[in-house]
């Protein structure tokens, strides 16, 4: 538990840096930053209640893939849209 405190106090500080630059590149569209990043919020959220479901139905192990999956998609998906720009 003290290990995990360390991490988001280590953490906090990147966190906010990098969204304060956020900010100054979108030079005065702060409400679009705010929307944006309360949707993918919303959709962090359903990725929790699909391992939780995952969890209940089958058991944690198996749950515990869909954490693999997500990187998984991304890849895939950032590979895919560089074969097809190039």
Known sequence: MVIIGFLGFFNFGRYANSKGGLYV???GKSGTVMTLENITRKFGRVNLL???IAADRFELTT???VFI???VA???GLL???NKIT
């Open 25 to 27: 590149n979108m030079h």
């Open 63 to 65: 749950a515990m893939w």
């Open 74 to 76: 991304l890849l895939v």
């Open 50 to 52: 699909i391992i939780g």
């Open 69 to 71: 999956a997500d990187p």
């Open 80 to 82: 895919i849209r560089k």
